[in-house]
T-cell receptor, first 114, second 108 residues
Framework: DAGITQSPRHKVTETGTPVTLRCHQT?????MYWYRQDPGHGLRLIHY???????DKGEVSDGYSVSRSKTEDFLLTLESATSSQTSVYFC?????????????FGPGTRLTVT | RKEVEQDPGPFNVPEGATVAFNCTYS??????FFWYRQDCRKEPKLLMS???SGNEDGRFTAQLNRASQYISLLIRDSKLSDSATYLC?????????FGAGTRLTVKP
């Protein structure tokens, strides 16, 4: 299994509070992704990174920001959590990116915003 | 037409059966195709990659039909352990869009 960890694995937070999720990889892969998964929608890309300090928006980026200061870490921040951000969040990595490539996923973070 | 579409199922089949499901895509520029398996409350895991017309790995066969823009996944001799949701993703596509998945339940 690819060395990808996510923390926390579960979190319950209140509306309006900031939340940061962390993705850590030991594979030295260049590309990292944040997805959310909701029933009926499948996986939707929030943000991705193609290198240290290089990030870009995905399909559902509103309300989220990301940072990547080291190759191994990709942080997802909800500046002010809303109930619509209750979801399962998956981080993924890939080596090549840009061109069609296999992605490997972390175990996910279950976030509940009350 | 959605970027990636899958029949959500569920497909309920007995052990030993052969089952197939399709994934249709709208972006004709897609060149590579991936099937992932996702168990309940777990992360997706790569099952198969398809870079040409198809791929076979044991009981699993993926077949690509570029003219009709779909890729199929065939599972032969189904096992109880094959019960999962199967996600497809054709790449490239806008926003790395995955299909919503097809749920398979294999019953004794």
């Amino acid at each position: 299994d690819a060395g990808i960890t996510q923390s926390p694995r579960h979190k319950v937070t209140e509306t309006g509070t900031p939340v940061t999720l962390r993705c850590h990889q030991t594979e030295n892969h260049r590309y990292m992704y944040w997805y959310r998964q909701d029933p009926g929608h499948g996986l939707r890309l929030i943000h991705y990174s193609y290198g240290v300090k290089d990030t870009d928006k995905g399909e559902v980026s509103d309300g989220y920001s990301v940072s990547r200061s080291k190759t191994e870490d990709f942080l997802l921040t909800l500046e002010s959590a809303t109930s619509s951000q209750t979801s399962v969040y998956f981080c993924a990595i890939s080596e090549i990116g840009g061109v069609p490539d296999e992605q490997y996923f972390g175990p996910g973070t279950r976030l509940t915003v009350t | 037409r959605k970027e990636v579409e899958q029949d959500p199922g569920p497909f309920n089949v007995p052990e030993g059966a052969t089952v197939a499901f399709n994934c249709t895509y709208s972006n004709s520029a897609s060149q590579s195709f991936f099937w992932y398996r996702q168990d309940c409350r777990k992360e997706p895991k790569l099952l198969m990659s398809v870079y040409s017309s198809g791929n076979e790995d044991g009981r699993f066969t993926a077949q690509l039909n570029r003219a009709s823009q779909y890729i199929s996944l065939l599972i032969r001799d189904s096992k109880l352990s094959d019960s999962a949701t199967y996600l497809c993703v054709p790449l490239p596509n806008n926003d790395m869009r995955f299909g919503a998945g097809t749920r398979l339940t294999v019953k004794p």
